[in-house]
């Protein structure tokens, strides 16, 4: 996935200088990280490791592998946590590496119906949010049994 006109790593990006979560599963062109946000318990970042800005500029395969990333995220994040909906979005304003974050929503969510980043509409039931803490376990296991299916990587 390197490209030599373009670096790998910039220093400076927080994408590159840290990991951007707890990694759940990690390959050479692309990492799964568990974010540690109090109110969406199981969101997941989708991290490609090489610091590219768009998906265009990736290789039709690397395209895919990644969006195949994103959407096994997707599939353990519904089986396991039963969400209203999942938000799936790829903005990289403020932080212009790569990246996908793919969200579990609920209905009593802080923010619903409106996305995570808008202004705050109601404060979330601290026993449901560490009802659905309780998940992240089996979270982490229902996205590496997915990925699993996708063929051999390494595993962190």
Not at 35 to 56: K, Q, T, W
Not at 116 to 130: E, F, I, N, S, Y
Request: charged fraction near 20%; include cysteine.
């Amino acid at each position: 996935m390197t490209n030599p006109l373009r670096p790998a790593v910039v220093a400076g990006c927080e994408l590159c200088d840290a990991t951007g979560g707890d990694v759940i599963h990690r390959t050479e062109s692309y990492r799964i990280v568990l974010v540690d946000d109090a109110n969406y318990p199981g969101f997941c970042r989708v991290i490609l490791n090489d610091h590219v800005r768009e998906m265009s500029e990736l290789a039709a395969a690397d395209r895919a592998a990644l969006m195949e990333a994103v959407w096994k995220v997707e599939a353990a994040l519904r089986e396991v946590m039963s969400p209203t909906k999942v938000n799936l979005a790829s903005l990289g304003n403020l932080v212009p590496h790569l990246h996908w974050h793919v969200i579990p929503r609920f209905a009593d969510d802080a923010h619903f119906p409106g996305p995570v980043w808008a202004a705050q509409q109601r404060q979330p039931d601290a026993a449901t949010l560490q009802q659905r803490r309780a998940m992240l376990p089996a979270l982490r296991s229902a996205i590496l049994r997915g990925l699993a299916l996708i063929g051999p990587t390494s595993i962190q």
